[in-house]
């Protein structure tokens, strides 16, 4: 296993692979596993384990078409999660708008800057009904589906909001004591984890041409029941 978040800090893992035409996940003793540490851009811990003749001390069977469980939760934490630190960065980076002032007055006064806040905002505000939606919907029998938009939709949404941050706070928001770069390492390192935008929405397109579905767009963003 590659590049497992925070493996060396949990006790039990869940694994998924395939036997016999079948498709299990199961949980294993980390213990069990020769572990090698590793770090992604964030400095968030991203460990390769290596198992030999491990048992799982429970497994269960998962559908075999599509993703498998484990990938499309893991896929939407990662939605949740990049909505949330996109918040963060948009929230800094008003704050800085009305601090930092040049020319005279604040930053935030320049259209140029408040056009760059707004599409942040809008970037934002996206990502995080995408998730939310999705949160929403899970357990349900398409709720793959709604996962795989989020996570495509939250994964175009944190390259846009770490850009557009960093514009507005220019040089200092690349610099090691900044605030800002907890936001948007970990963006850029999420955006690529339990699949990236282009493996999620490859799997809505397959969605659509092998279930032939003429009603994909209004089942994709019908409202959801309470």
């Keep these: 296993m590659k590049r497992v978040p925070w493996a060396r800090h949990a006790q039990r893992l869940?694994?998924?692979?395939?036997?016999?035409g079948r498709v299990l996940a199961g949980v294993v003793d980390t213990a069990a596993a020769t572990l090698s540490q590793g770090r992604n851009i964030a400095s968030e811990p991203r460990?390769?384990?290596?198992?030999?003749?491990?048992?799982?001390?429970?497994?269960?069977?998962?559908?075999?078409?599509?993703?498998?469980?484990?990938?499309?939760?893991?896929?939407l934490a990662r939605a949740v999660a990049i909505a949330?630190?996109?918040?963060?960065?948009?929230?800094?980076?008003?704050?800085?708008?009305?601090?930092?002032?040049?020319?005279?007055?604040p930053i935030g006064k320049f259209q140029a800057v408040q056009?760059?806040?707004?599409?942040?905002a809008c970037e934002t505000a996206a990502a995080s009904m995408a998730a939310t939606t999705a949160c929403?919907?899970?357990?349900?029998?398409?709720d793959v589906l709604d996962i795989a938009a989020a996570k495509v939709r939250a994964g175009d949404a944190a390259n846009h909001a770490a850009?557009?941050?960093?514009?507005?706070?220019a040089a200092i928001g690349f610099t090691h004591e900044?605030?800002?770069?907890?936001?948007?390492?970990?963006?850029?390192?999420?955006?690529?984890?339990?699949?990236n935008e282009a493996f999620w929405?490859?799997?809505?397109?397959?969605?659509?041409?092998?279930?032939?579905?003429?009603?994909?767009w209004r089942d994709m963003t019908a409202p959801v029941s309470a």
């Design 47 to 75: 460990d390769d384990l290596v198992f030999d003749k491990v048992r799982c001390s429970a497994f269960g069977t998962l559908p075999v078409a599509g993703p498998n469980a484990v990938k499309t939760y893991g896929a």
């Design 178 to 195: 900044h605030t800002l770069h907890f936001g948007t390492r970990r963006l850029w390192s999420w955006r690529s984890e339990f699949g």
């Design 14 to 20: 869940v694994v998924s692979g395939q036997t016999e």
């Design 201 to 216: 929405a490859r799997e809505l397109g397959l969605a659509a041409i092998k279930g032939k579905r003429r009603n994909f």
């Design 84 to 105: 949330g630190a996109a918040e963060s960065v948009l929230d800094q980076s008003v704050q800085y708008a009305k601090d930092r002032v040049q020319f005279g007055r």
């Design 163 to 169: 850009r557009i941050a960093h514009a507005v706070h």
């Design 115 to 120: 056009h760059l806040l707004a599409e942040l």
């Design 136 to 142: 929403q919907r899970a357990g349900s029998t398409r």
